[in-house]
């Protein structure tokens, strides 16, 4: 390599380390922010120094031992509801996707091309059409109602996942339905061991959207004893006697159950990577 071609080399991994350390400080100080505010004393997030002098955990105690809000309560709905919504999503989705994978029917492309279009348009679009629709079934107000909005509209990403199961190849299909397995046994069997790092990633994405939702779960829910966090943390920071601090803790803490959920399924995820290349 000539030393021209070795000088712009180095510029050009110059440059992108410059960027990485760039997006790094972008990312990183909201995060750095945002933490230090939920120990600072008082009430207010503004101060002329980023670490704070006396450093403090009452706003994490506030949140929970207050009697104006109910951080705790709030804190259980949204995991339930997103517990929930990750599970009967997971499910719709794996298995809409293996049917339109490995199942040709009647209608199956119509139904496709159906699915694709309908995930074009935003989600907000239908919200007068699913209130009316809870309305007459007498569900507003109800963490029931949520997860049936959320896992109903689960299977319309289900693209990714029969992506990912045309890849499998049909032999390992073939020689099991030689031996007698059924489209039961395949599918528990065959096709969802091969499939860990995709149903984690649609776990990972189905809990995460209902964990953070707020704009359709405030047009559902009205009581306090039925909000969810993002509801609740809205309602905190418009209150007349608005806590910023505390409601810093509170953000802190809603990103808790994320960044857990990654680093425990991140290890099911090399796993599943791994035994789908050894068994394919």
């Known amino acids: ?34 933490v ?26 506030s949140l929970f031992t207050s009697k104006e809000y109910q951080y705790g309560l709030w804190y259980w709905n949204t995991l339930k509801i997103a517990f929930c919504n990750m599970v009967f999503g997971v499910i719709l989705v794996v298995m ?4 339109l994978s490995r199942f040709r029917f009647y209608g199956r492309k119509n139904l ?3 699915l694709l279009v309908i995930g074009m348009f935003p989600g907000f679009m239908s919200m007068i059409a699913v209130y009316l629709l809870l309305l007459q079934l007498n569900l507003l107000d109800t963490h029931l109602a949520l997860i049936l909005v959320y896992s109903a509209g689960a299977p319309l990403g289900a693209f ?17 339905r030689i031996d007698g397995a059924t489209h039961w ?4 069997k065959i ?12 776990g990972l994405m189905t809990f995460a959207g209902a964990w953070g939702d707020f704009i359709f779960a405030k047009l559902i829910i009205r009581s306090k ?36 959920l990654y680093l425990y399924l991140q290890r099911f995820l090399v796993e599943g990577l791994t035994a789908g290349a050894s068994k394919g």
Do not use: Q
């Not at 080399?9 to 960027?19: E, G, K, N, T, V």
């Open 191 to 202: 096709m969802l061991p091969l499939s860990k790092p995709m149903i984690t990633y649609v």
């Open 185 to 188: 046994i395949v599918f528990r």
């Open 36 to 61: 230090m505010s939920s120990i600072r004393p008082g009430t207010s997030i503004y101060s002329d120094s980023l670490i704070p002098s006396k450093p403090t955990f009452e706003h994490y105690i």
């Open 1 to 34: 390599m000539s030393t021209g071609a070795k000088k712009k080399s180095r510029i050009r991994l110059a440059f992108s380390y410059l960027m990485l350390i760039v997006i790094t400080i972008c990312v990183l100080y909201p995060t750095i922010w945002i």
């Open 96 to 99: 809409t996707a293996y049917a």
């Open 225 to 260: 004893e039925n909000y969810t966090l993002a509801i609740g943390l809205y309602d905190m920071v418009n209150n007349a006697s608005t806590n910023f601090t505390m409601f810093a803790a509170g953000a802190v803490l809603i990103a808790v159950p994320i960044a857990l």
């Open 112 to 114: 496709m091309s159906g």
């Open 160 to 176: 990714v996942v029969k992506g990912f199961f045309d890849t499998i190849p049909k032999s390992l299909e073939e020689s099991a």
